[in-house]
């Protein structure tokens, strides 16, 4: 096991970044510095919305289900019109899809998607679950429909469940999560029932204090998020002393674009000065609001050499990316049990070189047996990034927005700051003899260098 | 040389394709069925379009220029604010800016584009030169900065040239290129031109009645095409036989989302029958119009059955795949060409492995001075998919939505109609300790069937 | 003053109704069935405002001001820009414009607005302050002007005030107003407050019930309001015994286009129950939700034979009658004042015909005198209808949007429910001899029937 | 009849415009200073578009159908869903309703109407028939339903006809129309045939140039057509010496939004000159393209100090009123007989009142007699103003956006260049004891001054 921990040093690239060239480093603050307890934190969350949703009116059978690991994996879609978890790849074919925690075989799913297919771009209808909030939302949803499904009250119908007068569709019962998300982030009753057990839900690294010490020597450096000041505060009080620059209640991803109004934050009272803040940059102040070109002038730096590192793949990486052109580095926490897995797995099955056998048919039940086995260890929706040889959707955003990912910001501790973290000079040729074109690697040295 | 012919036959897999499963294969028209003599064609093109700008009133030293095949690549973007033609990645990094026929610096690129980026997504701006049609237009952008700005009547402004009262902006200038674009299209000059010396403009392959023929054998084939119906007649009088269904004025993309009215064709007059065709499918009978959904009625075949063929990356292929889920087979000419310079360049250069170096500034240098050198061994915009070590915004979107792709759609010949195209099962590592997310590959055996 | 008590009873007509085919009325609640008492209710609202604007940063000069409800009128236009409120006519002609209290002449406003026009589509920029709701808003934007022109720490600038590091803009104080006025409403201290003196604040007029029971008699009558259940408690228990159906939270104007679920109340809770109502009408139910559709669907009624009773001249009015093709009377408190200060001035001032005299400027000059001086028996801003012989952006859409009109939906009580508002039958010609395309009028008799 | 003849003279007013205070007015060219004769002109237009459809594959029966001017009135909305010709109020209310020739009785439109209403916003399926152009398409629409729902060859659905595998829907029906109508202006057909016998087809005023050189004594003017160069050349090639400026190819409504590049006009060739122009105004210049912005630049006027005269409701007048605040001055040709017959008519039916009869059914049964026999003296579909006594669409826009309005712009000859065009000072009453919003009126003496 020795190999998972290497893995875990690791920052993977997907487009050369030479570190030496960034003028300015910036962070976002939930699941990037703030770093939550796997799955203790998505246990409260969900514990959190289930009880919401029975105070409204949900059946007190909710109660029973508690939050189950192994079920949810990130990105997924949820289909508001069928009720149905699915995982999709950039192109929208369907890799897997259950309804409630009953996976549905092709059959199935040709009935619901005729083509195997969903138009993702259709956001009114698929909502994709991107982040790490959403996994206790995910669960959620598996459970509500399992719930309506099996109580003899409810007809099933294919939009939803009938009961008398009532009809319970999965578009209100989305509707109804949704609006339970809001409800336990916007009262505070996530954030205070974190804080009664911090030791319980957050990760306390030695090494981040480190981390950021060591930016700062080199670069500039700032935070931007979308909690709002109090929020912010808790983890430590001293945390602004590492930053340049401290912004909240970003809106991201509206802060890569027009963005809202910059107000600086009275540290005392936590309350908003009134107006636009026009000044120059105020050491130990904390801003409200603004935008990533306010966060450009205020600094004086240009997006080409900012690298931003957050979790959010939507609001924090291919926004600050398409919009503004920044380096990006993307938070990936499942990254060191998906790397586990896959080592583990690709030696025991893939090390015969499936070239030499001649019968397709017997190559292609070997390969599905494997695949099946190996997705299943990830837990029951398969891996983050892949379902058998296919990319998910997430996979393919990561590869496009994302120049480099690691499972932690700490990472980062293991390269130097003259570090060039190099794509492979390759466009085609993936085997010996074989082109293809490739999108990039990671260069590391058996001598990793702290 | 011999390398380069066995190049010619392969197809390339970005997703894995059971040929056993297709039901239905679909053709585009131009560049996919009828191939045209590259650069004689580009060069007839280019002269209809440059004698039409004069006889608008640009000036007459304009007949000076003659298309060198050696300037332009296809998927280039015109800056029609500062007249530059850039090669950007699909982030929108600017990989290359020429400015008439001079290339720019570092420095002066960054004087246009402070990030080094551009909002690509901004379409008002920035036209992407996608087709092969374009490519006549990709050189006169050339031209027209080139002679405006050595022209001594015109004073060198930033958004176009000045003359006394008269302001030739970059903008109206491409405006101008459009319409001749248009002019050189609608009134059929183009065709006339081309039907005059078929010899020289349009490859007869004997192949291709053999790939139809087999391909007739074993599944459906339709011809979808944006061109009319009496354009699509001179080829051969006889094509029609090799479809169960023909389609003209299809009008791609929208043909792949709501589409027109489907209209039968007189082919004794040409015109078009008046009311909308609502009956079962006619042999022999032409249409007009329609949408991918009507195809499908009309042949009883499901999109995911369905293999599409063209060579047009937005109108073909992503539109098809994005909106529909078809199978999608990208025709890249070019590809011929890609190949043997990257062959016979890494041959050269690349063998050595760069990992042992511990001198990270001598590596660098060393592969921009290799690159730099394969770069301009495709002409002087460099490659349709790199440029260094970076993918082009074609290349990634090459490897996002086709799902096969070769130089011609002829290279089906050479695979029976049983094959498996299959990427490669490979999740990370792409040289043997390094990993990384791999999309994609092309495995053909060495006894390649046919 | 007789006649001010007679002016009371008229509906005005601006499109023929007749009474006796309306199958259905529909009532809006606040400001429409619950009729507030001015100037006690704006009072009530400034205050709250204005001490919220404190809370949150503004300073306490801000005080000293109090709701003057000689100041503002309804309708007028909030320009964010440069913080002036404005009087247009429909096409966005500038009758009137003041900044904080101070009212600009010709010159100064060509200044700020060249052409003395808006383009009042740019909802951006321009906020149109449409409901009584919106008095005590309009005032206090007269208010924040008013003491940051005269406070001598903030410097004047065109879009708005300067105070060392910090810009108070137009367009922030715009938005700090509107998110107090959410505050306000969404945390229920308005209600709290008027409930603590319900009689200062709320009419209680012994007509309304028998109004209501008289309609109910002869036709379906049904309330949709935007307020939630808790909110439409309070009047009276019993108030649900008049109406065949009642809808809150309507979201209107969203409740006139696509609408939302339509969701039972518990109305000993007052919590919504889970799911779609997809039953019959139940009497006694209170619904939530929904849209116009649905309502004529459960009463069974066609859009064309309801006549709905509000307010809001957009979200009641204009888009009842836009989408959905409803009969419309709106309910204009102002309108007892407007008649009055009409009647007694045209009677004064505008009884000799001017068309005798021959001296056009001089009928300029005492047009504008007499004009002037009956606009400002209105209020400092004027009518709600008229600047001059101009046309309110109000009264045009009064005008294009509401059949009937009223100062209060009692003065149905005088009117059968046979009658027939009849707009007059006249194209051409307003006075003897001169042509003019007339709208409507109102007829009544002299013998007024109940 | 010496009464219609001095109406013939009137200009009307809906809001006030001091003459004095004009610097500038504009013209449009077709149909106000180019005034075509009427029916003969509607006639060729009708006789080219049938023959175009014919041509195209319309079945040969069509050429029996000749132009009837006393079916159609501007103004219509042709439903592309259901083929039917509406004539609506500005809500949508439909006021009449005929299906080919055929007019639909109250129960009919019911049933293609449920709530008697189309919302007119769904511009994608109601077309307005706006301009004076649209008279023969107009009819045309009407000929083609009646001649396939008599045709025997032809099954009647709901939307269109069916023969065979073929269906001719009503929306094809319209594409065809509007294609011809495309084809019939853009071919230079239509054009061709008015100038082979211009005496037929064009009124030759001499009171225009007497017009026009007094209009240039004492304020500057313009012409802005949508027409090109060699259309606008054809009516007297020393027309351009009675503007300041004459710009063609206005593209408006576009033009009065961001527009167009400006170009110069080769008066020699008849061909643009490249380049945008960007010098001053030069005298006896053609132009092309441009915006209302540079119009006023290159006069160096305020929108608010431009006349603009033109006929079509939309483009000329809704758009440079909304857009940029102009004074507009609508040509309405109709005008001379809708007031002769109004006059004729509320002469011998309307004198008595109907106020002092106290039977309401009675009363309603007379009016509607009397109203019917008014409307059909207009023509089939009534008059373009008024159906009974409701107002037409074209009616209301007229008012909303026409400040002055007339048969001809020639009009304005009897009004010295001092003259107020005055709304009349009333907000309300429109009867001695009634009160009624009035929009304006029309202030002209019995000595009209020229």
């Not at 796997?38 to 949900?58: C, K, M």
């Not at 059959?107 to 619901?112: A, G, Q, S, T, V």
């Not at 990039?440 to 260098?449: A, E, K, L």
């Amino acid at each position: 096991m020795s190999v998972l921990f290497s893995f875990d040093y690791r920052v993977f690239v997907n487009r050369s970044v030479t570190l030496e060239n960034i003028k300015c480093y910036g962070f976002d603050m939930d699941y990037t510095l703030a770093e939550y307890k796997s799955p203790d934190y998505e246990d409260l969350g969900f514990e959190l919305l289930r009880d919401r949703l029975v105070s409204i009116g949900y059946p007190h059978e909710l109660l029973r289900y508690n939050y189950d690991p192994t079920f949810p994996t990130r990105g997924l879609v949820f289909d508001t019109m069928y009720g149905n978890l699915l995982k999709v790849d950039s192109n929208g074919n369907i890799l897997l899809c259950s309804h409630g925690f009953t996976f549905l075989k092709r059959d199935k799913i040709h009935e619901y998607y005729p083509n195997n297919f969903i138009q993702r771009g259709n956001t009114d209808r698929f909502y994709i679950l991107n982040t790490l909030f959403n996994l206790s939302e995910t669960y959620l949803y598996g459970c509500l429909v399992d719930l309506f499904t099996r109580c003899s009250r409810f007809v099933n119908c294919q939009t939803g469940f009938k009961h008398g007068d009532l009809f319970m569709s999965f578009r209100s019962m989305f509707q109804d999560v949704r609006d339970a998300m809001d409800f336990v982030h916007d009262t505070g009753i996530l954030k205070e029932s974190t804080l009664k057990d911090l030791d319980k839900y957050v990760v306390r690294d030695p090494n981040l204090p480190v981390l950021l010490t060591r930016i700062k020597e080199v670069a500039k450096v700032f935070l931007a998020t979308n909690s709002d000041y109090n929020y912010t505060e808790y983890p430590k009080k001293q945390w602004r002393a590492f930053f340049d620059l401290v912004v909240v209640d970003t809106r991201k991803p509206l802060f890569f674009a027009e963005g809202t109004v910059l107000r600086q934050v009275d540290t005392n009272t936590g309350k908003l000065r009134i107006g636009t803040y026009t000044g120059d940059l105020q050491h130990g102040t904390v801003y409200s609001g603004g935008s990533s070109d306010i966060v450009c002038d205020l600094l004086d730096v240009k997006g080409k050499d900012i690298l931003y590192v957050g979790d959010h793949i939507f609001g924090d990486i291919l926004k600050s990316k398409k919009r503004q052109g920044w380096k990006t580095f993307l938070v990936v926490p499942e990254l060191a049990k998906e790397l586990q897995v896959w080592t583990e797995n690709s030696r025991k099955h893939l090390d015969s070189s499936c070239r030499v056998c001649p019968d397709i048919s017997a190559i292609q039940t070997r390969i599905k047996v494997v695949t099946y086995r190996m997705d299943r260890s990830y837990g029951q929706l398969g891996s983050l990034l892949r379902s058998g040889s296919r990319q998910t959707l997430f996979a393919s955003q990561l590869m496009r927005y994302a120049d480099l990912y690691s499972s932690t910001c700490i990472n980062l501790l293991h390269y130097p700051f003259s570090y060039l973290f190099r794509a492979q000079s390759v466009l085609v040729s993936s085997s010996s003899d074989m082109p293809v074109i490739i999108t990039g690697t990671c260069i590391y040295s058996h001598q990793i260098p702290c």
